[in-house]
C-alpha cells in the first residue's frame, strides 16, 4: 500500500517523542524570557516584570484552547481558521493533516509559541504598565494577532498559499512582537524617568542566564518546527547553534569598535538576536548560509539598539529591535539565499528564483504592519475602558508593592506578622 | 562646621544630587537605608504569611561643610527631594568636632573646601 493518505495517517513514535521535548522546551522559554526581562529591569519592578510572562502563560493558553488554536489552523481559508476547533473540539490522538504526530501534541506546541509571543510585547511596557490592562491586553491580542498572523504562515493562509516560506514563525512570532511593542510603548508612553535618570539593569546574571536559558529553549522551538525528526529539523536545529554564535561574534566585534569594551548585557541581547534571526530561515538556508545570516543580521539589529534609547520612544527593552528587525532581516534572507538543495522547496534569488524574494517582502511588509495598527487600535480602545498605566507616584515606588504586594528582594526587616484573624488587609496610617 | 544629613526618596536622589551639583555642594557620601517617617504601612503576603512592612527604602546623603555652607546645602537638599506627600524625608545638621583630608592632612575647614581645579 501505498496511499499517501494512509501513510499520513500514522502517529510516529519517535517523531511525537521528540515533539512532546520540544514542545516543553520552548514553554520554558517563557520563564526563561522572564528571567531575561527582570534583569534589565530595576529592582523594585523585578517581580512584575517577570510576572508578565509568568501571565502571559496562564492566558494565553487558555485563549489558545478555547478560539486561538481553531482560528489559526482550522481549515486552510485565506484570512482566517474555521471554529471547527473551538475548546479543542476534535483535538485528539488522531495526526495532525501533513504530520505525524497527534493532532494535540502539536496544539500544544503551538501553544507554547502563543505564550512566548504575548510575553516578549511585555518588554515594550515594563515599568509602568498597570498589571490588570496587560492581562487584558495580552487576552485579545494573543486572539486578533497572534493567531491571526499564525493562520496566514503557518496554517495555510494567504501568506503560505502565495508561496511565503516562515520556519518557525519569523512573521506570527518575531514581526508580530517587535512592531506590537513598538505600537505598545507609543500608545502606552515613556516611563516618568526616561531620558532624565539612567535607568539600568539591576542584574546581569540574570540576564545572562535568561538569554542562555532562551537559546537551549529555541533548539525545541526551531528544531520542533518540522514537527518531525526529519531533514528540517536536523537543519533547523544545527542552524540554531550556528548563527547565535555568529551574532555574538558580530556583537563583541561591533561593541569592542563602538565602546573598547565586550559587553555582557550586549551578548546576552546578541544571542537572542542570533536566534531569532534564524527562526523564519531554520529549514530553509545551508548551515554556511546561516553562519552569514548570524553575522551581517546582527548589523541592522546593533544600529536600531544603539539608537533607539536616543529617540523619545521608550520601548523599554528593545523588542523591535531584537525581535522585529532580526524577524524581519530572517524572513527577507530566506528570499535571498533558500538552496532548494538544502530544503527541497524553493531556492532564493542568489540560486536564480527572485520571486521568492518577491513572496518573503510580502511578508516583511504585511505582518508588520498588521501588527502595529491592529495593536495601536487596540490598546487606545482598552485605555479608554480603563487606565493602561500606574499612576506616577506608584511608579515611583515600583509595580512590584503596588500589584503585587511583594518585593522581589524582601529583607524582613520593619516587617511586623499579621495574623489572619487581625485581618488587616487594608494598609493602615500610622501616626506621624 | 557641619555634618548635614539628609534622608531622602531613593527616586528623589539624582533631584538632589543634581541640586546639590548646581549649589557647588561637591563631597558627599549616600547610602541606602530603610525608615520610618510617618508615611503610609504597606502589607505584603508571601503565601501564607502576611506582614505589614513599617520600613521604606530611603537614601541618606551624609555632608560636610563649613558654616556658610549649610544653608545652601538645606535649600539644595529641600529643593530636590520634596513632593509634598507625606515620606519626604528629613535633614538632620549636627556640629562637626573634626575633619582630616586623608590625602594631604588638611584639617577642618580646609578638609571640607572642595579642591579648585
Given amino acids: ?432 | 562646621m557641619k555634618l548635614v544629613i539628609g534622608i531622602v526618596r531613593p527616586e528623589k536622589a539624582n533631584d538632589v544630587l543634581e541640586a546639590l551639583y548646581r549649589a557647588e555642594v561637591r563631597g558627599l557620601s549616600l547610602s541606602r537605608v530603610r525608615g520610618h517617617g510617618g508615611e503610609l504601612d504597606r502589607v505584603e503576603t508571601y503565601r501564607g504569611t502576611t506582614v505589614q512592612v513599617g520600613m521604606a527604602d530611603k537614601v541618606r546623603f551624609e555632608i560636610a561643610v563649613s558654616d556658610p555652607f549649610v544653608q545652601t546645602t538645606i535649600d539644595a537638599l529641600c529643593a530636590g527631594a520634596r513632593t509634598g506627600e507625606v515620606g519626604d524625608g528629613k535633614i538632620f545638621v549636627v556640629p562637626l568636632e573634626r575633619a582630616v583630608r586623608i590625602r594631604t592632612g588638611e584639617a577642618d575647614i580646609e578638609a571640607v573646601t572642595p579642591v579648585a581645579d
Fill in chain 1, 1 to 432: 500500500m501505498d496511499l499517501p493518505i494512509l501513510a499520513a495517517a500514522k502517529v510516529d513514535t519517535g517523531d511525537t517523542a521528540w515533539m512532546l521535548v520540544a514542545t516543553g522546551l520552548v514553554l520554558m522559554m517563557t520563564p526563561a524570557l522572564g528571567l531575561f526581562y527582570a534583569g534589565l529591569v530595576r529592582s523594585k519592578n523585578t517581580l512584575n516584570t517577570f510576572m508578565m510572562c509568568v501571565a502571559a502563560i496562564a492566558i494565553a493558553t487558555v485563549t489558545w484552547a478555547l478560539v486561538g488554536y481553531s482560528l489559526a489552523f482550522d481549515g486552510t481559508a485565506s484570512l482566517l481558521g474555521g471554529l471547527n476547533n473551538v475548546a479543542l473540539h476534535d483535538v485528539g490522538f488522531t495526526p495532525r493533516e501533513g504530520t505525524t504526530i497527534p493532532q494535540l501534541v502539536f496544539f500544544a506546541f503551538q501553544a507554547t509559541f502563543c505564550i512566548i509571543t504575548v510575553a516578549l510585547i511585555s518588554g515594550a511596557v515594563v515599568e509602568r504598565m498597570r498589571f490588570g490592562a496587560f492581562l487584558v491586553f495580552a487576552a485579545i491580542w494573543s486572539i486578533a494577532v497572534y493567531a491571526v498572523l499564525a493562520h496566514w504562515s503557518f496554517g495555510g493562509g494567504w501568506l503560505t498559499q502565495q508561496g511565503t516560506l516562515d520556519f518557525a514563525g519569523g512573521v506570527p512570532v518575531e514581526m508580530a512582537s517587535g512592531f506590537s511593542a513598538l505600537a505598545a510603548a507609543l500608545v502606552v508612553g515613556a516611563r516618568n524617568d526616561y531620558g532624565r535618570l539612567a535607568l539600568l539593569p539591576h542584574n546581569a546574571v540574570y540576564v545572562l542566564l535568561g538569554a542562555g536559558l532562551l537559546w537551549f529553549g529555541w533548539f525545541g522551538f526551531n528544531g520542533g518546527s518540522g514537527f518531525s525528526t526529519g531533514n528540517g529539523s536536523v537543519l533547523a536545529f544545527t542552524n540554531t547553534l550556528l548563527t547565535p554564535a555568529c551574532s555574538l561574534v558580530m556583537w563583541f566585534f561591533l561593541d569592542l569598535v563602538r565602546g573598547r569594551k565586550v559587553t555582557a548585557i550586549g551578548a546576552a541581547t546578541a544571542i537572542i538576536v542570533g536566534c531569532v534571526l534564524i527562526t523564519p530561515a531554520g529549514a530553509f538556508i545551508s548551515p554556511a548560509w546561516a553562519m552569514v545570516l548570524g553575522a551581517a543580521g546582527a548589523l541592522p539589529c546593533y544600529a536600531v539598539i544603539v539608537w533607539r534609547p536616543r529617540t523619545r520612544v521608550d520601548e523599554t527593552l528593545d523588542v523591535l529591535a531584537a525581535h522585529g528587525i532580526a524577524g524581519f532581516t530572517g524572513i527577507l534572507f530566506i528570499g535571498l539565499f533558500a538552496q532548494f538543495a538544502w530544503n527541497g522547496l524553493a531556492d532564493g534569488l542568489a540560486y536564480g528564483n527572485a520571486e521568492q524574494l518577491l513572496d518573503q517582502a510580502v511578508a516583511a511588509a504585511v505582518a508588520p504592519a498588521y501588527a502595529f495598527v491592529v495593536t495601536f487600535v487596540l490598546l487606545r480602545v482598552i485605555s479608554a475602558l480603563m487606565p493602561l498605566r500606574s499612576t506616577d507616584r506608584e511608579e515611583a515606588l515600583g509595580m512590584d508593592v503596588i500589584h503585587h504586594g511583594e518585593e522581589a528582594y524582601a529583607t524582613g526587616e520593619g516587617a511586623v506578622l499579621v495574623t489572619p484573624e487581625a485581618g488587616m488587609d487594608e494598609p493602615v496610617l500610622v501616626e506621624p
